[in-house]
């Protein structure tokens, strides 16, 4: 059964650092895009990066030079560094597959890890 599980979240003061990790079962990842995605209050959930299968990165303008994407040798976890984050960083961080991964018919999401940045 598919599963995707974050970690690494937390409270964090501007200019701090946090580094995610997705978890997936099985060989989710081994063959497809990868992304992490961001939900904020009010707003649809966003990509923020995402990493190929050949491990090309990309990155949302607003985290470009501060988020880094990346994955174990394995192909089984993800990673997003993150540094000197700011307040608009705030929110859940999910990862997920390019396009979105379905189960029974609907979008899967894990339960995410949430992310605020305040002082």
């Known amino acids: 059964q598919a599963q995707l599980v974050e970690s690494g979240g937390g409270w964090v003061q501007p200019g701090g650092s946090l580094r995610l990790s997705c978890a997936a079962s099985?060989?989710?990842?081994?063959?497809?895009?990868v992304a992490w995605y961001r939900q904020v209050p009010g707003k649809e959930r966003e990509l923020v990066a995402h990493?190929?299968?050949?491990?090309?990165?990309s990155y949302v303008d607003n985290v470009k030079g501060r988020f880094t994407i990346s994955r174990d040798s394995a192909r089984r976890t993800v990673i997003l560094q993150m540094y000197d984050l700011k307040p608009d960083d705030t929110g859940v961080y999910y990862c997920?597959?390019?396009?979105?991964?379905?189960?029974?018919?609907?979008?899967?999401w894990g339960q995410g890890t949430q992310v605020t940045v305040s002082s």
């Open positions: 990493i190929t299968s050949g491990d090309i990165t």
């Open positions: 099985g060989s989710i990842f081994t063959f497809n895009t």
């Open positions: 997920n597959t390019v396009p979105v991964m379905t189960v029974n018919g609907g979008r899967y």
